[in-house]
């Protein structure tokens, strides 16, 4: 149901990007520690909402298809502001591309194996690059300014950001790279098993 609290974790993912879109925006020392402080907080819920779930077994099929939409939509209303305020470096368009198209790949190669009733299971290595993925957006959000609101203007926030920002997108190519290839297994397979077999030739008197 929709009152359940991991359904209502998901949904406050989705409800937080209008107020991180302003944040984002107005580009203050104080909104710009705002922003990092909402998008950190909607991004924990996404280990909660699941972890939540399955220990209440309150697993539902409206998460399991809202949860990525979830997760995919803050990370591109993040990527997106980010680089349409100039938040990114020239070198940091790169792993954004990256990530984006990553997302991209996966929600096809998900959309697929649904069909086929297969599923995408989410690797170890995908769990860290999802954690490097939101500690460099988060801390890109936060920025050079929220350094000096909080007395610390010599810490290199943006360059720690987007260092983080470049591991998450070396992790995103492993990962993707993965997952294409079991897609690509899946899809083969599935040929095969649809495939006419030759028997042997009938004869005609």
């Known amino acids: 149901m929709l009152t359940d609290l991991p359904n209502v974790l998901t949904l406050s993912r989705i409800a ?15 909104t710009d520690f705002l922003a990092c402080i909402l998008f950190s907080a909607a991004a924990i819920t996404d280990y909660f909402d699941g972890k939540l779930a399955r220990a209440r077994r309150q697993q539902s099929d409206f998460g399991r298809m809202f949860d990525p939409i979830a997760d995919k939509l803050l990370v591109g209303a993040a990527l997106m502001m980010l680089v349409g305020c100039g938040r990114l470096s020239a070198a940091g368009l790169y792993p954004a591309i990256v990530i984006m198209l990553r997302e991209i790949l996966v929600s096809g190669l998900r959309e697929y194996l649904a069909g086929v009733r297969r599923g995408l ?3 170890r290595l995908a769990k860290w690059k999802t954690g490097f993925q939101m500690g460099a957006l988060g ?17 290199p926030v943006s360059f ?8 998450a997108a070396v992790l995103t190519l492993v990962t993707g790279w993965d997952y294409l290839r079991a897609g690509l297994r899946h899809a083969i397979d599935a040929a095969a098993q649809n495939a006419p ?3 042997p030739a009938s004869s005609t008197k």
Do not use: K, N, Y
Not at 17 to 27: F, N, R
Not at 139 to 155: E, F, N, R, V, Y
């Open 16 to 30: 937080a990007i209008p107020l991180l879109v302003v944040l984002v925006a107005l580009h203050l020392p104080l």
């Open 121 to 123: 299971p989410v690797t």
């Open 139 to 155: 801390t890109l959000l936060a920025g050079d300014t929220s350094a000096q609101l909080l007395g610390i203007p010599w810490l």
């Open 160 to 167: 720690i950001g987007e260092a983080m920002f470049w591991v």
């Open 197 to 199: 077999s030759d028997g």
